[in-house]
């Protein structure tokens, strides 16, 4: 049997269920902004990090999912989604000791993602500002990949899986070059 407030609601268009939806999809939404418990994730230092942000949106085809913004217009925190996995960015803050690859003269980390086409992707990246570090190309070990530097300084191994190389066909392309284990 219906109560006062549930023939009410009906009375006024809503429903029971229509009125727990919105909680739904808030609590949805929320979900689905927490981080992993288990995750790494990337997090990039550059000078000039809103500029950043428009370089690798459109160079990289990024989303941007998250931007704070300070009053002086500094990015504090920033988050994109690069081949849907995630990447954190912000400006250099000096007093925390986070600084940019090129305030320091260079990085020497490299950050490697998996794409569709290296090819299409690093020719993209490029025509918006990227350096080419070395050519794509075929690799013994399986990827096509090419390396680049954005023009934040930061190095990018871009690649696409071509073939899965097991063990023993490794031992057989790089022959002593390499131990294999």
């Given at each position: 049997m219906a109560t006062k407030?549930?023939?009410k609601k009906i009375k006024q268009g809503k429903s029971a269920k229509a009125k727990s939806r919105p909680k739904a999809k808030v609590k949805a939404k929320t979900k689905a902004m927490l981080a992993p418990q288990v995750a790494v994730t990337p997090y990039l230092c550059c000078k000039g990090a809103a500029a950043a942000l428009e370089f690798y949106t459109m160079g990289f085809g990024a989303k941007e999912r998250l931007r704070m913004t300070s009053p002086d217009?500094?990015?504090?925190?920033?988050e994109i989604l690069l081949s849907g996995q995630p990447i954190m960015i912000s400006d250099e803050w000096v007093d925390g000791g986070v600084f940019a690859p090129t305030t320091v003269g260079?990085?020497?980390v490299m950050i490697h993602v998996y794409v569709r086409d290296v090819d299409?992707?690093?020719?993209?990246?490029?025509s918006a500002g990227a350096t080419l570090l070395r050519?794509?190309?075929?690799?013994?070990?399986g990827d096509r990949t090419g390396t680049i530097r954005d023009p934040f300084?930061?190095?990018?191994m871009?690649?696409?899986?071509?073939e899965r190389a097991p063990k023993p066909l490794l031992r057989k392309r790089f022959g002593e070059a390499f131990t294999i284990s």
């Open positions: 407030r549930a023939v217009g500094s990015v504090g925190h920033a260079g990085t020497p299409t992707f690093v020719a993209k990246a490029l050519p794509v190309e075929d690799m013994p070990y300084g930061h190095r990018w871009i690649a696409t899986n071509k």
